[in-house]
């Protein structure tokens, strides 16, 4: 049986504003991407998390206390130094990275990442 599907998926979705830069895909945490996670993933809205509703009880020197996926994951895209995490995790490692955030920071890091990256391919900078 020959079968000849096109494999145009639609998932292409096209953003026609003229002041807005097209979307790219994310292949690997960058300088630039970091950046653009800041903006794209904007998710606490005067103190408060949008995907939750739980108020922004965290900053850049205190994560969150709850184990609130959305709060955490607001709490990487906003208040954390993403490139300095991302140094300590590529040039220490991960061993250094957990003994300097903790367990519930990985877990919730690597969380954020699948989310926010979504590889396509095999992350090659970051490995957890
Ligand atoms: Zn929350």
Redesign the pocket.
């Known amino acids: 049986m020959t079968e000849n599907l096109a494999m145009e998926a639609s998932t292409e979705t096209t953003v026609t504003t003229s002041s807005e830069t097209p979307k790219e895909q994310p292949k690997q945490l960058t300088r630039k991407q970091l950046g653009q996670l800041r903006r794209s993933y904007y998710t606490v809205v005067h103190g408060v ?1 949008r ?4 108020k922004a009880k965290f900053s850049a020197t205190q994560p ?1 206390k ?1 184990n ?4 955490w994951v ?1 709490f990487f895209a906003t208040a954390v130094d993403l490139e300095a995490v991302h140094k300590v995790l590529t040039e220490q490692g991960v061993k250094a990275f957990t003994k300097t955030y903790g367990d519930k920071y990985v877990k919730n890091f690597r969380g954020f990442l699948a989310m926010t990256l979504k590889p396509k391919d095999e992350p090659k900078e970051v490995t957890l």
Not at 68 to 71: A, L, N, Q
């Open positions: 998390v995907t939750c509703s739980h969150p709850n609130c996926v959305s709060c607001a």
